[in-house]
């Protein structure tokens, strides 16, 4: 106890970029009331490919949670690694093994599924080498996407929040991807549970904080 103690002072780094999926992880260390440094890492410059970074993370991206026990990456595990360690703030059903599997469950769909529709709108050249591969990915993100929130609306969302009644991480995590929605061309008010659990996240203080500093120039 008096070891978790210790590292529940220890200062917790986060690496991020703005418009990144590293806002869920942001905004998880404010509504735990986390001891937390934000830095921020210029993508426009390509920081995150310069050797500094790379020591962090080798996979040149964000989110990067460094702590005294090392460095995370990955969303979904920062942000089960967050609520685990802060558990009083209630940010994950940590001690129902059941509520907690389906938590990851969703977030595990928002990471390799929601996010990777939309990252075929900008990085084709992940998995493609010409032009017209890229053209063609991008013409195709609208409908990827929007299938996508299609599933989380009618089956995954539970309302007010995504599982249920409690606010949790999932909320974070569907939040920051919700906000990408404009830019791949989907309408959230096809969507009006979505619509509704963005409009109810974007007034709690703690996300309206992150916001500030998050995108600050």
């Known amino acids: 106890e008096a070891a978790h103690s210790l590292w529940r002072r220890s200062m917790i780094k986060l690496y991020y970029s703005p418009g990144s999926c590293a806002l869920a992880s942001h905004i998880a260390l404010e509504e735990a009331g986390a001891d937390y440094e934000a830095v921020r890492i210029d993508f426009g410059s390509d920081e995150q ?4 970074f790379l020591a962090i993370n080798p996979k040149g991206r964000v989110p990067a949670l460094v702590s005294d026990k090392g460095i995370l990456t990955e969303t979904p595990a920062i942000l089960i690694f967050i609520s685990q360690t802060y558990p009083e703030s ?10 907690l599997a389906q938590a990851q469950a969703f977030n595990s769909y928002l990471c390799a599924t929601v996010h990777v529709a939309h990252a075929h709108g900008g990085r084709g050249h992940r998995w493609a080498d010409k032009e017209t591969s890229f ?4 013409q195709k993100v609208p409908q990827t996407v929007g299938d996508c929130f299609t599933l989380i609306e009618n089956d995954y969302l539970k309302g007010p929040w995504v599982l249920g009644d409690t606010y949790s991480i999932c909320d974070m995590y569907l939040y920051t991807v919700s906000r990408w929605l404009e830019r791949d061309r989907v309408d959230i008010f096809q969507f009006p549970k979505v619509k509704a659990q963005f409009e109810a996240i974007e007034k709690r203080p703690a ?3 992150v916001l500030e500093n998050h995108f600050a120039d």
Not at 49 to 52: E, F, L
């Open 135 to 138: 053209e063609d990915m991008r």
């Open 49 to 52: 490919k310069k050797p500094d």
């Open 90 to 99: 209630s940010l994950a059903p940590v001690n129902d093994p059941w509520a």
């Open 207 to 209: 996300v309206a904080r």
